[in-house]
Structure formats: C-alpha cells, structure tokens
C-alpha cells in the first residue's frame, strides 16, 4: 500500500531510494533513505556517508534510514546501529474497511468538522502546539507545510472540537484507492473523551467507498486502540534515525 512520503525522490538507485524535501529540511520523515533490499555492513556504512555529507552541505543534522518492509534487522546490525548512536525502532501499517470500522454514538460536546477558512486558524493553533515539542523552528515551518495542504484537494485537515474549543486534529490524504490518516492527535486536556475516535469516525463516513490506511509505532498503545478498532494489521518496517551536530 502506497504510504504518503512528504520528499521528493531526488536519488533513485537499485539499491535505495533518497527522498529529500527543501521545505522542511529538519523533518526527519520528508528526508531519509529507503533501503529496497537490506544492505550488508559496507553498503550500509557507504550509504550513511552518501547521506550524511549530503545532509550536512544543506545545514541538516539528521540522518535517516527506512528498512524494506516485513524484513528483521540482524543481530549485528542491530549491535551496530546502537553503538553509533542510532535510535532504531519500527511501524506498523493497518488497514480497514470504513464498515468495520465499530459505531461511535455522537456526543453533543463533540463537533468534528472538514478545515475550511473558518477553521483553519483554529487548526494551525493547535497543530503548532502539538509541534512545539520539537522546537519553535520545526513547528513553524511545520505551519507553511499546513497552509500547502490547505490548497491541495489531495490533503483533508480535520478538526475536533469539544465543547467549542479546538481539542484535535488529523490529516486525511487521499489516493485513488486509500485515505490514509496522518497526524492524528487530541491535546493531553481533552484526551480520554473518544474525541479520537470520533476524528477516524468521520474520516469512514466521509469516504465509506475507500479502503482507510495509517502507520502506528510499532510500541506506542495507540495500535492496540486500532486493533480494537478492527484495523487489520498489513505489515511492519524498521527504521533508524541518527542526530549529529556539524564540526
């Protein structure tokens, strides 16, 4: 299934693929590799040299690297990774039809509601405080990516308020056969009150002819709320990420 990568592929090769995103330079998920096959020591050492002099000619200090899916990392590599520093982890892709999807009774302190200009302000205010967590930097370049989707009809924003206060958010991307929900997220004060459920809720009903998709953290709980929700898991990836600071 065909998961939303924000980068353009500027490298494509028989072993990788390199998607890079001049807007968004610190987002580690619009700049990264995506391995096609798993390498072996040397081709992933080569590799990470590629991307990190890259990286570091644009101002970057990440580097990031996706594994091909449904495929265990070995033991050595493994070793490796977490010796020079890499924080390693993996998704979960979950996929379902919007008529699995269980029945919410809407609750009246609860309204759900497309982006449109009466909302937007609303939904860049809260998508800039869920963001801050990386820095004011980010978040605020993260707030241009936001007004880009706005005037694309491929990206629905989806906003949640309780009681009339703004309280959470998704992304909506749409593809000829998927949507796949993104940024799914309710602020820590309104958590707890199924406002989450009622965002996935109107995503089904808004497109019940179109098979809904979204990534989980491999170890976050959140996948176990879809797997309740009647998501079929699809697959798993790792991936592995490395913050450096220039010399």
Known sequence: ?????????????????HYHDPKMLSRYDSNFIA??????????????????????????????????????????LLTNLSSEGYDTGFTELYKINPRDFPGYEMQKEIEIAHVGANQLE???TLN????????SAF???????????????????????????PAGGLVAILKEQT???????????FQRKQIAAHLQQFVMKSFPEKTVILLADGEDTPREMYKKQNYEYVSF???TVKVFEED
């Open 1 to 17: 299934m065909d998961i939303h990568k924000e980068g353009e592929v500027v490298f494509d090769t028989a072993r990788f693929r």
């Open 35 to 76: 391995f096609k096959e798993m390498p072996n020591k040397k081709e992933f050492s080569d590799t990470e040299k590629y991307l990190q002099e890259y990286h570091v000619a644009r101002g970057q200090k990440h580097v990031k690297f996706v594994f091909p899916p449904n495929e265990k990392l070995d033991d050595s």
């Open 122 to 124: 609303d939904f860049l």
């Open 128 to 135: 800039y405080q869920q963001d801050l967590v990386f820095g």
């Open 139 to 165: 978040a605020s370049m993260k707030q241009e990516n936001n007004r880009s989707h706005f005037k694309d009809s491929a990206f629905g924003q989806v906003i949640a308020y309780y009681n009339g206060v």
């Open 179 to 189: 949507v796949e929900i993104d940024g799914l997220f309710v602020l820590p004060e």
């Open 237 to 239: 990836q790792y991936e």
